[in-house]
Every structure is written in C-alpha cells, then in structure tokens.
C-alpha cells in the first residue's frame, strides 16, 4: 500500500504539472481534463491514506510488553554507548511529532550506579502538536494543490440568450504548495555521568533529549522555514507556492495597541466568514505586552489573558471575542501570526538517526547527542495565515 501512495503521488504531480502547462498555454479543455485528474487522484489517494493511517494508529496505539521495551532499550542503549547509530522507525518519529509526551517514565530500573539526569522539562511551544503532521517516507517530495479564486457566474435573460452560446465565466485557479525533504541536524548535550546508567536508562536518557531536540527544531521551522542552496523548508512566515506567489497573507503594524488584535482577527478569512479554528502565534514578551494595555481607566486591563494547564497555551478575551494563543519562541519579537494550524503540513521523510559522540564537547565534560532526520513543511491553504510583523521589528 506504501508502494501504492507513492505511485499515485508521482501521478498526481505529473497531472498538476500538465494541468499547470495547460492553464499557461490558455488549453481550457486539457486543463479542465487534468485537473479532474487530479480530482480523481486525491480520492484514490485520501483512500490509501486513511487505510495507512489506520495501520499507523495501531501501531502507535500498541503497547509492547515489558519484556520486549527492556530488551529493546538495553539493545539500542548499547548501541549508543558504543558510538553507533540508532535509527528510530517513521512510526516513533510520528509518535513524537504529534504529541508531546515522548517519555513517561523509566523503562527499566537502573542497576548498580547511576542517579537520573536531571534537565530539559521546559514545555516545547504546542503549535507543534497543532499543525498537520504526515509521513511521505519514501517521496522524493509532495504537490498539494489548493484554491485561489472561485470559478465565475454570468446572468442572463432566459428569452434574449434561447438558442445563443453562454459567455464563459471565469474559471478557478489553483496554486500548488510543494513540500520539499531537506536534512535536518538537530543536537543537544548531556553531563557525562549519563554513563553511569544502564544501557536501557541510557537510551531513555537520550532519546528523551533526542526528541526533544527534534521537535525544538521543527518549530523553528513550523515559523521560519529554512533554506540550503535551492531547496527550501517553507515556513508559516515564508510559504509560497511553486509560482513563487506568497501563500501567507502579510501585513504590517507600528505598534501593539487596543486594535491590533481587531486587525488580525477581522484580515483573515473571505469576506463572507469570520474564519474559525484559528489560534494567534506569538512571544511571551508581545503576549506581555498585550496584557499592559489599559483604556481609559488606566486600572482596568483591555484584556483578559487566561492561560492554559500546559503553560504555553491561553485565551485572550477582547470583550466578546475568544482567541486562542499558543506562544512560539522561535518567532522573532514583534511578529504576530494569526490562523488555522491545521493550514500546515510538517512532512517526515524518513526515520531519525541518532548517535553519542564524546569528542565534541569533552573539554567540558559533556556527551552531544547528534541526531538527522528529513523533514518539509508549507502552509497548504491560500491565505492559510495572516503574518503581522512590527515595523521596524
């Protein structure tokens, strides 16, 4: 079925890639043709998707005995401790990526010397666990076509057009949002003392820190982006299409006041919908900052900030208007971004290959922990977000 997805995927982009010649060389029919293609395609595809998808559940949702997760923490924690690699299957980079919890306790009980290593407990940003997670292990890329314009309608008298040709209304147009695999390096480090544990609470150790360190960078990158030569992760902040034409709505604004949120909550969505489902992405110190304002009576607060259980999530009320927040550190002070998170897709291209290496950091003691995995990512939905920066900022 795996064999199947990629080969309907190759498809799909030959169709959207003969639909997009077609558009430009002014062939309606042939584009028409290729884009019911694509129609047909996605169905096929969404159909083998959900059928992988439910395979994927009952792994993840599996629940291996204590016999096999020792023998396999004590297998892989060896590994490590003699320098090799360790490669984690898409399955558990999945588990990962869409929940936050990667480590809930020890997977066996240390024996002899060696106390838990303490560190690293701060909550990585929930936008993480917010956006389109999907495992393209074995594309060389994916092609998401999505809706810019609407088709068009004409008006006419019944009587005054019997027996004439129609005019022809406007067609739809569509935009393509490529998601490209690049190599993303990710490292954390540890006190040498982690040497003193078992092989099995080594792997714990590490693979905890591992993870962590994955998902730190892939919230950057959810925000960011990345660029190496001529491949590029797209990021909520950058997302284009392979036009090159901005996916992400953008604006500016000089300073957080009484009407900033008005601007962002009001911009997006179509004129004939307030949008729902969209969460404000912003730092601690502009959520801080929304919080100072004050009306007239410079007692009262103009908002209320409620926050969530885990720390990085909230609502802030602005009279009768609920948004949801979530706080992202690795955007840049100032910028401000409002939408569905769900208009992401992260891409996972392969399993994560993590290793130990004692030379880098041993000046200081320390053990780094190196790991690689290929990731993509693009905002999939024209106007997916609207991406507010200071000016100035």
Request: hydrophobic residues 40%; proline residues 3%.
């Amino acid at each position: 079925m795996k064999r199947k997805l990629i080969a309907l995927a190759n498809d799909r982009t030959a169709a959207l890639n003969a639909a997009e010649a077609a558009y430009k060389a002014g062939n309606q029919a042939e584009y028409n043709s290729q884009m019911e293609k694509v129609a047909n395609l996605d169905k096929e595809i969404e159909t083998v998707k959900n059928f992988l998808q439910a395979q994927e559940r009952q792994i993840l949702e599996s629940t291996p005995s204590a016999a096999e997760t020792r023998d396999m923490a004590e297998e892989r924690g060896n590994l490590l401790m003699q320098h090799k690699d360790v490669r984690l299957p898409e399955n558990e980079v999945l588990r990962c990526l869409r929940n936050s919890v990667t480590i809930t306790g020890a997977l066996v009980q240390p024996t002899g010397a060696g106390s838990e290593i303490q560190g690293g407990n701060a909550p990585i940003s929930s936008i993480l666990d917010m956006v389109r997670v999907e495992d393209y292990t074995g594309l060389s890329g994916w092609e998401e076509a999505y809706l810019i314009t609407e088709s068009g309608a004409e008006v006419n008298d019944p009587v005054a057009k019997s027996g004439q040709a129609r005019g022809n209304t406007a067609s739809p147009t569509f935009g393509v949002a490529q998601i490209v695999p690049m190599e993303v390096s990710v490292t954390d480090f540890v006190d040498k003392s982690i040497s003193d544990l078992s092989p099995a609470r080594y792997y714990e150790k590490v693979l905890s820190l591992a993870l962590r360190a994955l998902r730190r960078e892939a919230v950057k990158i959810i925000v960011n982006g990345a660029v190496d030569g001529t491949k590029t992760i797209y990021g909520i902040k950058t997302a284009k299409n392979k036009a090159g034409a901005a996916i992400t709505k953008a604006g500016t604004y000089t300073a957080i006041d009484e009407n900033t949120l008005d601007e962002l909550y009001f911009a997006y969505g179509s004129d004939s919908e307030l949008a729902g489902g969209a969460v404000l992405q912003l730092t601690k110190a502009d959520l801080k900052a929304i919080g100072r304002l004050r009306g007239t009576n410079e007692k009262r607060r103009l908002f209320t900030i409620t926050p969530g259980g885990n720390g990085n999530t909230g609502v802030i009320a602005d009279g009768g208007v609920q948004l949801p927040y979530v706080l992202v550190p690795g955007l840049s002070a100032g910028d401000l971004i409002y939408g569905a998170p769900m208009n992401y897709i992260l891409g996972l291209f392969g399993d994560y290959s993590i290793r130990v290496d004692e030379s880098v950091k041993s000046i200081e003691r320390m053990h780094t922990i190196l790991g690689d995995v290929k990731l993509g990512g693009n905002v999939v939905e024209h106007e997916g977000f609207v991406y507010y920066s200071k000016t100035g900022a």
